[in-house]
């Protein structure tokens, strides 16, 4: 059978990449940037998994299949989390009925 | 199993027995220790049937204690308990493994011509971990109950309920995972295992139905996984998950458990419809109608399928924006269903339909399941949902999917594959007579409950106003002739494991492998690995009586 | 050809065939763990938009140092698994054996960690359920000690799902060990070190979003 066997200087660049990423939303924390810090966050971190999932995991060696099979696995978790938060973020838009608020206040 | 007859005469010399999956080896063991995906399904045959009768006799006291206004059989305590302990048992350990994990098991190997699915092993792992779930909840039920109702809603399941929810959502949390790795084991099966020449688009309709099946099962059922621990921890660690007192959110939970249980029905119909594509096409003698179209159409509703769950959220205090989305999505499902119901339809037609047992089951299939879909409508509109929400309305409409939709296809697919299953005929005049008594029983049960919900009885409520008592008796009454409906076939098929006729490899003259191979099938399913040629369901290409040669 | 023989599954016509399904087996898992972490991380995302100020509260009372450290350990040890998956991909058994043990201890170290987290938080009163006594003095937001527990309850079920995990990983990772040692592995049949890779490198992938998300919400 030949498999891929990946080079074992990739693995490493992969290692020291992913050490460096750690490093770098690390420090990025204690900068206040708002809002952005949370998608800085995220971003480091879908590119960290990323790179494992393609080197470490050999997905990039991987057949088209497996793409396939780990790109529903995130597209279903994206369906879940978008569409409950589409729940929980919408409920304040709507006023509430004239008369109910003042029954809610003791 | 093991009296089966055709292991009667074992074997003596000069009188040459075909090995088969049945008579290959004996004893008790050889069935607890098989890896024989065959074996495998006939263990859970007999143990969804057993869940079946118990889930079958909560019911009967349900529509015993309705058949009067006043609470007189069980306390109101006590029918909490029986609505909750007969939909856990008829969902989670009946209507979801049924089809997939008896008739997917038995057939989807021999419908693509391998020796056993991708990993034997694991398939009987899954049948030990239903058992041991199975036992979790079953002691729960016989130390005392659960009364939650079957969506375990939080924060009454985790903080405020005193029956026995943590040793059920145990067993439920085990059972998910028997239900995970059989639909594991069919994807990378359908996707590894295929007969050399069998390409997708050769592939029977209840394989793609399997697969689609298959994928919810696996996107799904980790989702009820993880919100049952989140209920088990905030009932015995206090967690502060669900409950308001402890800053959560209730809706949270309901968002969670409706990922997996909106899509979980499609994990009980889908099952279904691809035996009634098998079984129209065979009693129509023709090739399916659309192949493509039903093919796509059992992935869209998969996938559809998750992307609707808020319908079952509109009148909990969900965001009206969400529920809107949620509206319309829900729709959408309508369609790849209508496309399934046209496409049969337009195989009948012009077709040489002979009406045996399964097929009457399928058309009884095709009518209920239509009724059932339809009804879906007037509760994915918001505005007559708020009128129907949590009525008999609701508990008619999804009864009609899972009772008249579901089991109808389980039914059809039993007296389909039985001869191929036990290599024996069952009496047709009882199987068709027990069809009809299904038929009449089911509608007469739950056709008057659209009436009652429509008229405002709430679901689980013990007692409710006099004027409903016509249609609940109508109700009961249907509820005991159904009951006949199930027990009559129950018996004769018991009884033709004994004196049933031989049975031949093909009954029914019907294309698809598992056809070409003897009934019951040899350990290995074929002598030898079949190439496909041709494609599903080629009915038209030789005239019906010259293929009496298969046998 | 005997020996492939052994490895080979009755229900298969070749190794190629047999170690194809198998990956794609372990795929097909990973899916339902992604959507399995993916209930929690619903919830937490639900949370935290709704108690923003209690989630930040909240991360500045864990170490964001320990998270970091054990960040490493567990990016060590998925090179480790790696490096262990190319030894068996080449058929170096030694090297198979040395580089399973490595990871096995990363995994302990980092397990060990966490109980040392664990039980200072068992000291500082802020385990949900067993002895969560609100705050006297807030670090940074004053919140409603309620919300607080709310995100308390999220990093023990969080971290506490994740750990499990880790120790499911241990353990396989102990079989194979022995396995290897006994020589069943070969540069021809070592589809068991392959996928339990694949499972080793999921737990590390949801450990990197956790450590952001859980400890360095407002750090500035």
């Known amino acids: 059978m030949a498999h891929h066997v990946v080079p074992q200087k990739i693995y490493l660049l992969v290692f020291a990449t992913l050490i460096l990423l750690t490093l770098v939303t690390v420090d990025v924390a204690f900068y206040d940037l708002g809002l952005l810090n949370l998608y800085i966050a995220l971003a480091i971190a879908v590119t960290k998994a990323t790179i494992v999932i393609l080197y470490f995991m050999h997905v990039k060696y991987s057949s088209r299949l497996v793409w396939v099979f780990v790109g529903s696995g995130f597209f279903w978790l994206a369906v879940l989390l978008v569409l409950t938060l589409s729940d929980f973020f919408t409920r304040g838009w709507s006023p509430l009925p004239s008369g109910w608020t003042s029954m809610v206040m003791p | ?551 | 050809m005997s020996e492939t023989h052994s490895v080979l599954a009755h229900q298969f016509d070749d190794l190629e065939q047999q170690f194809e399904a198998s990956t794609l087996g372990m795929w097909a898992f990973l899916i339902t763990e992604v959507l399995f972490f993916g209930g929690l991380f619903t919830g937490y995302a639900v949370y935290r938009s709704q108690y923003p100020l209690a989630f930040a509260e909240g991360s500045l009372h864990l170490d964001y140092r320990i998270g970091a450290i054990n960040t490493a350990v567990l990016i060590c040890s998925s090179l480790t698994m790696a490096l262990a998956v190319r030894s068996a991909q080449l058929g170096r058994r030694r090297s198979l054996i040395g580089f399973l043990l490595l990871t096995m201890l990363l995994g302990s170290v980092f397990l060990g960690i966490k109980v040392f987290e664990y039980s200072h938080k068992y000291h500082e009163h802020l385990i949900p359920g067993i002895n969560f006594v609100p705050p006297h003095e807030f670090i940074r937001y004053h919140v409603d000690p309620q919300q607080l527990y709310v995100f308390l309850s999220f990093y023990f079920a969080m971290t506490g799902m994740h750990a499990l995990h880790m120790i499911i990983g241990v353990s396989v990772l102990a079989v194979l060990v022995v396995l290897a040692w006994r020589g069943r592995f070969s540069s021809e049949y070592y589809n068991p070190v392959e996928v339990a890779g694949l499972y080793w490198h999921f737990v590390d992938i949801v450990w990197i979003f956790l450590f952001p998300l859980l400890y360095l919400i407002s750090r500035s």
């Open chain 2, 1 to 551: 199993m093991d009296a089966t007859p055709i292991n009667a005469h074992s074997g003596t010399p000069g009188e040459p027995i075909r090995a088969n999956y049945l008579n290959v080896n004996y004893g008790l063991k050889s069935w607890l220790l098989t890896t024989d995906h065959k074996r495998i399904g006939i263990l859970y045959l007999i143990s969804i049937t057993i869940f079946f009768a118990l889930g079958g006799i909560f019911a009967a006291l349900i529509r015993l204690e309705l058949m009067t206004p006043e609470g007189d059989v069980v306390s109101s305590e006590m029918y909490n308990k029986l609505f909750t302990m007969h939909g856990v048992a008829m969902i989670f350990f009946f209507l979801i493994p049924s089809i997939p994990a008896v008739f997917g098991n038995f057939l989807i190997p021999m419908m693509i011509g391998a020796r056993d699915v991708a990993f034997p092993r694991l398939n009987l792992m899954s049948w030990y971990i239903y058992s041991i779930g199975g036992v979790f909840t079953f002691a729960a039920m016989a130390l005392g109950g659960v009364d939650t109702g079957w969506t375990f809603y939080a924060p009454y399941s985790s903080t405020y309920s005193n029956s026995n929810v943590a040793l059920t959502a145990v067993g439920i949390f085990i059972l998910g995972f028997s239900s995970i790795l059989t639909g594991l084991n069919f994807i990378v099966t359908i996707h590894k295992m295929r007969a050399p020449g069998l390409t997708w688009f050769r592939l029977p309709l209840f394989v793609w139905a399997h697969y689609a099946t298959s994928l919810i099962q696996i996107l799904g059922t980790p989702v009820v996984a993880i919100s049952i621990v989140l209920v088990a921890l905030e009932r015995l660690l206090k967690l502060g998950i669900f409950d308001p007192k402890l800053g959560g959110d209730p809706l949270l939970f309901q968002h969670l458990f409706w990922f997996y249980s909106h899509p979980a029905v499609y994990i009980m119909i889908l099952p279904s419809m691809g035996v009634v594509s098998e079984v129209i096409a065979c009693f129509s003698r023709k090739r399916v109608f659309g192949y493509p179209f039903i093919a796509f159409s059992s992935l869209a509703i998969a996938v559809l399928g998750f992307l609707v769950w808020g319908h079952h959220m509109f009148t909990s205090g969900q965001s009206v924006y969400a529920g809107m989305i949620f509206s319309v999505l829900t729709m959408l499902v309508a369609i790849p269903s209508a496309v399934k119901v046209f496409n049969w339809t337009a195989t009948l037609y012009k077709g040489s339909v002979s009406y045996q047992a399964p097929m009457l089951y399928a058309l009884g299939f095709i009518g209920l399941f239509t009724i059932g879909g339809l009804t879906g409508l007037f509760l994915a509109t918001l505005a007559t949902d708020v009128h129907l929400h949590d009525t008999y309305f609701v508990v008619a409409h999804f009864h009609y999917i899972m009772v008249g939709g579901a089991i109808m296809g389980y039914m059809a697919a039993m007296h389909f594959w039985w001869p191929k299953m036990t290599g024996r005929l069952y009496p047709e005049g009882w199987a068709k007579f027990a069809a009809l008594v299904i038929f009449v029983g089911f509608n007469l049960t739950f056709f008057p409950q659209f009436v009652l919900g429509y008229l405002g009885m709430p679901r689980r409520y013990h007692v409710y106003p006099p004027e409903f008592q016509v249609l609940n008796v109508m109700s009961t009454a249907g509820a005991s002739i159904l009951a006949v409906g199930y027990i009559i076939p129950l018996i004769y098929l018991l009884w033709s494991l004994k004196y049933g006729p031989a049975a031949g490899a093909n009954p029914w003259q019907a294309k698809g492998l598992e056809w070409t191979t003897p009934s019951p099938p040899p350990p290995h399913n074929f002598e030898r690995t079949p190439v496909v040629t041709e494609e599903a369901y080629a009915y038209e290409s030789k005239p019906y009586p010259e293929e009496a040669e298969v046998v």
